[in-house]
């Protein structure tokens, strides 16, 4: 049994780059594995709805073909959580395809464990059936089979038990559909017996790159340690410093308790936890708690088509129609749902964004206005779009026009950046299945291939 095992976490996304020099540093100790997220839901469903990839295809295989050069020459995994951006087959096969590239381009032999996160609707029906599945929070509704029925691509996260599997069974490359973002950092720790408390901590800690460190930022590489009672992190380019309180701060990202933190059938209990500074930049950390829970539970992730959307972004610059932005717009609906008559309400929405007051925070704005320019953005949803693309055309020619009280001019109330204005941006999802799912066995496939 190994007394310290040593992950390499190259950036907080595969494909968002990173400076070569800090990762390469790395290799002047014992690397044990090379993992790296590759995807999230921070940007909303789009992703999985649309099957397309979170980062473009140049900036994937530029980072892999760094991350595998080193994985490859030192005989060491490297393991890809959530492949593509939202881990669907989809985005699986498109990394395959990059890897297969690379290989093919430096006549390199690899093994290559493949772990499909995918799920069939009837999968989900049946379980909705026999009452295993529930929302993930109180604000999600139930969900239904006609819901089901609805979503097309339907993903798990997967914790590091399938992981493992692909350890054993000495592959090289590891590629992850959907996973919980530290269960392929904990994987490895857990693979060399190391505690399974620490292992998802620090997972925690190195799935968002060096973005523990000060400056932090998800662009650069950082280097995690596991003994088998700690585990340390530190920061391998020279203009970057991990201290107790960013590796501590980093420990309450995205999180909505700030010491619990529940994961694919476990807890992460934090509270005991001591953040202390052993050496130079060198955060030491103890007491990270692995709690099994009594039912094993994955979070499904499903996305639907809504809506298309069409929208326009233009600048607002006269005072007197700032000082009256809200009313002239309610009067701008009036005029164009007068026009549109004969269309349902029901059938399109019509929103409107004011940016440089209050866009962000909405009515929770604490702050009063005092700028003296706005941009102004509207867009409009509707159910085929065509008909985003007529609404959205009359709002803007109806904003630009509409005669305001105080106005001097007859036309000009908006600026646009770029034309043409209405910009057509395509479908809109939403996450349709965001529920927990009761499992008994792993329903994770694991495939392996020579390449």
């Not at 096969?93 to 093994?111: F, P």
């Not at 002239?328 to 019509?350: H, M, T």
């Not at 055309?393 to 036309?411: D, E, I, P």
Request: some cysteine.
């Amino acid at each position: 049994m190994q007394n310290s095992i040593k992950i390499l976490s190259p950036c907080g996304i595969l494909g968002y780059g990173f400076p070569k020099e800090p990762f390469l540093k790395a290799f002047q100790e014992k690397i044990h594995g090379i993992v790296v997220d590759a995807g999230s839901t921070d940007a909303g469903p789009h992703k999985l709805g649309a099957n397309v990839s979170i980062v473009s295809r140049r900036a994937l295989k530029k980072d892999l073909s760094i991350i595998l050069e080193k994985g490859l020459q030192h005989r060491i995994p490297v393991i890809i959580g959530s492949s593509g951006g939202a881990g669907a087959k989809t985005h699986v096969e498109l990394t395959l395809e990059v890897v297969r590239e690379i290989l093919a381009e430096r006549s390199t032999h690899a093994k290559i464990g493949i772990i499909w996160a995918d799920f069939k609707q009837q999968t989900i029906i049946n379980a909705l059936e026999e009452g295993r599945i529930t929302p993930l929070s109180a604000n999600i509704p139930q969900l239904t089979k006609e819901k089901i029925l609805d979503t097309k691509t339907i993903v798990a996260q997967m914790g590091h038990e399938p992981i493992l599997k692909a350890l054993k069974q000495k592959c090289d490359i590891i590629l992850c559909g959907r996973s919980y973002d530290p269960s392929p950092f904990a994987a490895l720790g857990i693979y060399h017996g190391m505690d399974p408390g620490l292992s998802y901590h620090l997972g925690k800690i190195l799935e968002c790159g060096a973005l523990c460190a000060e400056p932090g930022t998800t662009k650069d590489s950082i280097l995690g340690t596991l003994y088998h009672d700690s585990f340390t992190v530190k920061a391998l380019n020279p203009i970057r410093k991990c201290t107790p309180t960013s590796v501590a701060a980093h420990t309450f990202y995205e999180k909505e308790h700030p010491f619990i933190l529940h994961g694919p059938g476990f807890t992460l209990n934090l509270e005991e936890c001591e953040f202390n500074e052993v050496a130079e930049g060198i955060i030491e950390v103890r007491n990270s708690q692995y709690l099994p829970d009594k039912e094993m539970k994955i979070k499904l992730e499903g996305a639907r088509q809504v809506a298309f959307r069409t929208f326009v972004i233009a600048g607002v610059r006269d005072p007197l129609l700032i000082s009256q932005l809200e009313e002239v717009e309610k009067e701008v609906l009036v005029q164009v749902k007068s026009y549109f008559a004969e269309i349902s309400e029901a059938d399109y929405q019509v929103n409107f964004y004011h940016y440089g007051k209050d866009a962000v925070l909405g009515e929770q704005e604490p702050s009063s206005f005092n700028g003296h320019e706005i941009g102004v953005m509207f867009e409009v949803l509707a159910k085929d779009q065509e008909l985003a693309n007529s609404i959205c055309a009359n709002v803007r020619s109806t904003f630009l026009h509409y005669g305001y009280q105080g106005r001097k001019s007859s036309a000009g109330n908006l600026a646009f950046p770029f034309a043409p204005s209405d910009i057509e941006f395509g479908p809109v999802y939403e996450f349709s299945i965001y529920h927990l799912m009761q499992i008994s066995r792993d329903p994770f496939l694991l495939e392996i291939v020579e390449v």
